[in-house]
């Protein structure tokens, strides 16, 4: 391992459905001599999508990770590139491939500027404080205008968008591009599949809009470095090319400016000068600060630099089942150093793993490595247990760094096998796929006997049930989409418990007196929060763990209809103890009883989750979907247009929501498209509470 990271780039590509991320993927992968053919999504042929779901809806469900060199002024480049869906249902393949990588090429379709899944995939990058590129897409396309995208970037994801390049013509036109940085025109030649351009003068009805917007970069760029504002005040035209980079670097490194290009990627126009600013830009793991997590036995802060002679540290971010090798875990490495059958220290589970093999990835095949260190992106195997979001460290020297939260599953689905020698196979099956996706849950309703699962939409539950069947050969029955509800408690109520219990010989005995409340406003955590207020040993110390395991383990089943209750606040007050009788098993079942007793009094409410959808639509249609979206409990949040579209956005409850996409291609003819994710948590109206609680309890009688 003795090449510089300064050479290496993690660098991520995310975008809203359908901007071109795998298009612009497979064009890196042929550029950088990966591939010597390129693969179109279109086709069904990609190198990225290689599962058989992507290749037939054309679209990236699973992020693929690849490795690629690339030359660039005379250094070699290692760059670890993932590929990132754009669909909501698969959020959770984004976010946690933006937790490992240090930057990010977000590309834009030229067309349709920032849509939805741009602003959710914007706050995550903006969470994980990741240093980005804006590429804007499809510029060949008929209404392709690069400038309103910037301004979009500017207004609607509040970043500073400052172009690096104008288009020289648009759509059909579209050739080339000018390059503020150093002030020259190129345009790319088409018979080498835009792999080399020509250097043009700059075209005549450009010259000044080109003035006007390279000032504006020296602008920027000399807010950031002080001789360059002096520079920049006494000649503009002194500052050269790469302090403008320098400064530039500075400024994309600690999020203060985001870049913007643009190209084709279908065309293969502006790819490589992409990849270049990728170098130049982006930052190496050198740039990033030292990792920062917490010593398990202390709870310290403890820093790990991103050095080979620095212990280990690696945090695995991925669980793959590759049919080959077995199960993968994709590690992205902060520190230290590993060999292929060496072990690490798996500080979750408290337990050794042995490594006995280390691969780079290239989508869905492996290369195996010696060793990876430092810096580096890749996949290991043998181990037992290992799952998303572990810290995988040195034993000598522990670590735990931060690991990632994931949205709580909205949507879920009775199965059952269809035949009962599948029973088996079907809960193996299950557990593989639930390991590898922290967003799919499985339940097994204990009244119903049945098992549930739930994801993040219909799209997603449909992906896993295909799965199930291709990959593991289960067939499946399933019941129609249900709503995961929520129980929440809007009142205050004081309870006291007394449980006893006497069997001869030694009995059981516990006294709780608590006030259950909603939780407090500035309570960030959320869950259960659990207040112990006694005093005077009323109830001894040992005991008051059992009372919140009781709660905790109550509010898994709300008293409304069985649906957990998700907040809660919990003064355990008063109380007492039998000095024979009482155990920590009375104390828990005195908690649980209390919260079957007490919550009826807290006023409960049913809260169901509230999506935001966003539709495009023909003008002409726009009543009928208006009024669609009316008579599914719609609350319109905005109107907006884009291309000669009208753009509808509104807060709708998910459980109104099945088969809506159905039903609007009936309403538009096909011409309208939407895109939908989760936004929150709101109380549901009386009727629906009314309607959902009978369905419940009817379930459970029959």
Known sequence: MSRDLKFTRNIGIAAHIDAGKTTTTERILYYAGVNHKIGEVHEGASTMDWMVQEAERGITITSAATTVFWNYRGSKYQVNIIDTPGHVDFTVEVNRSLRVLDGLVFLFSAVDGVEPQSETNWRLADNYKVSRIGFVNKMDRSGADFLKVVKQVKDMLGADAIPLQL?????????????????????????????????????????????????????????????????????????????????????VIDNAIVPMVCGSSFKNKGVQTMLDLVMELLPSPMDQEAVKGTDPRTDAEIVRKPSTSEPFAALGFKIATDPFVGRLCFIRVYSGLLEAGSYVYNTRSGNKERISRIFQMHANKQNPIPNIGAGDIGAVVGFKDIKTGDTLCDEKNPIILESMTFPEPVIGLAIEPKTQADVDKLGVALGKLAEEDPTFVVQSDEETGQTVIKGMGELHLDILIDRLKREFKVEVNQGAPQVAYKEAITAEAAHREVYKKQTGGRGKFADIQVIISPIDKDYEKGGLQFVNEIVGGAIPREFIPSVQKGFEAAMVNGVLAGFPVTDMKVRLVDGSFHAVDSDALSFEIAARTAFREALPKCRPVLMEPIMKIEVLTPEENMGDVMGDLNRRRGQLQGMDTRNGSQVIKALVPLSEMFGYVTQLRTITSGRATSTMEFDHYAEAPKNVQEDVIAKTKGKVKA
């Not at 030649?189 to 792999?195: A, R, Y």
């Not at 700059?202 to 950031?224: F, H, Q, T």
């Open 167 to 251: 288009p020289i013509g648009a759509e059909d036109n579209f050739k080339g591009v000018v390059d503020l940085i150093n002030n020259r025109g190129i345009v790319w030649n088409e018979e080498d599949k835009g792999m080399t351009f020509t250097e043009v003068p700059i075209p005549d009805d450009m010259v000044e809009e080109v003035a006007e917007w390279r000032e504006k970069l020296l602008e920027s760029v000399a807010g950031y470095d002080e001789s360059l504002m002096e520079k920049f005040f006494e000649d503009p035209n002194s500052i050269s090319e790469r302090e403008i980079l320098t400064a530039l670097r500075k400024a």
